[in-house]
């Protein structure tokens, strides 16, 4: 089959599946695939279903190209406001080589799109998913940062007790009960512990704030995403967490995080 004719059989067949973005997904799978039998395999993957960018082997994130793959959460655009608020602090701050933490890292695309950034940070990420970790491990290679598998805080070096500047967290966030609304690419194979962060959406952006004080430096930010609907949630955890909340959101990203500046002396 001629290239023409192979492209417009996989737009036909994308169509055919809903995927909205029909062409360009095509361009992408063909342009990934070995071969025709390859790319009909990766179509038969893409139509029954699987997010692109497990069928992809990566995900386009504030201009990298971050490998992903089963069942690691897929890195949003919504989260390159995570990105753009860290990157910011970090600037604002005298001093060199500034400590930033990337906790729930999954992939590890928002600390290396901080690095790509800002390369003289000192970047460690944690995940608790020991998939998401070879993931990010991969994504990391080479930069200096130090990947750990744990729980949140917990597998972090002792010392950076008291001296991070910067805690970024894209953790889960979704009520348990909205789980089932999302879109099936999301719910049907990402982890679901990657997306739930349960009754209320704020159990872990509740821990994480609560174990920031111990790590931050004071005048450190804790920086979270959560869902328009928990802004004033988050703002009262993060006050009786010894943090001095604000609000930042981008209508183009449909982006909501809450920044939290340490005011503890410890």
Same mark, same amino acid.
């Given at each position: 089959?001629?290239?023409?004719?192979?492209?417009?059989?996989?737009?036909?067949?994308?169509? =055919?599946? &809903?995927?909205?973005?029909? @062409?360009? +997904?095509?361009?992408?799978? $063909?342009?990934?695939?070995?071969? /025709? !039998?390859? *790319?009909?395999?990766?179509?038969?993957?893409?139509?029954?279903?699987?997010?692109?960018?497990?069928?992809?082997?990566?995900?386009?994130?504030?201009?990298?190209?971050?490998?992903?793959?089963?069942?690691?959460?897929?890195?949003?655009?919504?989260?390159?406001?995570?990105?753009?608020?860290?990157?910011?602090?970090?600037?604002?701050?005298?001093?060199?080589?500034?400590?930033?933490?990337?906790?729930?890292?999954?992939?590890? =695309?928002? &600390?290396?799109?901080?690095? @790509?950034? +800002?390369?003289?940070?000192? $970047?460690?990420?944690?995940?608790? /998913? !020991?998939? *998401?970790?070879?993931?990010?491990?991969?994504?990391?290679?080479?930069?200096?940062?130090?990947?750990?598998?744990?729980?949140?805080?917990?597998?972090?070096?002792?010392?950076?007790?008291?001296?991070?500047?910067?805690?970024?967290?894209?953790?889960?966030?979704?009520?348990?009960?909205?789980?089932?609304?999302?879109?099936?690419?999301?719910?049907?194979?990402?982890?679901?512990?990657?997306?739930?962060?349960?009754?209320?959406?704020?159990?872990?952006?509740?821990?994480? @704030?609560?174990?920031?004080?111990?790590? $931050?430096?004071?005048?450190?930010?804790?920086?979270?995403?959560?869902?328009?609907?928990?802004?004033?949630?988050?703002?009262?955890?993060?006050?009786?967490?010894?943090?001095?909340?604000?609000?930042?959101?981008?209508?183009?990203?449909?982006?909501?995080?809450?920044?939290?500046?340490?005011?503890?002396?410890?």
């Amino acid at each position: 089959m001629h290239r023409a004719e192979l492209e417009a059989d996989v737009v036909a067949r994308l169509r =055919a599946a &809903g995927c909205v973005f029909a @062409a360009e +997904e095509a361009a992408l799978l $063909l342009s990934e695939a070995a071969s /025709d !039998a390859d *790319a009909n395999a990766m179509v038969t993957r893409r139509v029954s279903g699987e997010p692109l960018e497990y069928v992809l082997g990566w995900a386009a994130f504030a201009g990298l190209r971050v490998a992903v793959g089963p069942p690691v959460f897929v890195p949003r655009r919504r989260s390159e406001l995570l990105v753009r608020e860290a990157v910011a602090v970090v600037r604002s701050h005298a001093g060199a080589a500034p400590i930033v933490v990337d906790l729930c890292c999954g992939s590890g =695309a928002i &600390g290396a799109a901080i690095l @790509a950034a +800002e390369p003289g940070v000192r $970047l460690h990420v944690s995940d608790i /998913d !020991a998939a *998401a970790v070879d993931f990010a491990r991969r994504n990391l290679d080479r930069t200096g940062a130090a990947v750990h598998l744990g729980d949140l805080y917990d597998p972090l070096p002792p010392e950076l007790r008291s001296r991070v500047d910067v805690v970024v967290a894209n953790v889960p966030y979704v009520p348990s009960a909205e789980i089932a609304l999302m879109p099936s690419e999301a719910r049907g194979y990402e982890a679901r512990r990657t997306l739930d962060g349960g009754p209320d959406g704020l159990d872990i952006v509740r821990r994480t @704030a609560t174990g920031a004080a111990r790590w $931050l430096r004071p005048g450190g930010s804790l920086l979270i995403e959560i869902g328009t609907g928990q802004i004033d949630s988050a703002t009262a955890l993060f006050l009786t967490s010894g943090l001095k909340p604000r609000i930042v959101a981008d209508d183009e990203l449909s982006a909501t995080i809450v920044v939290g500046e340490s005011r503890n002396d410890q």
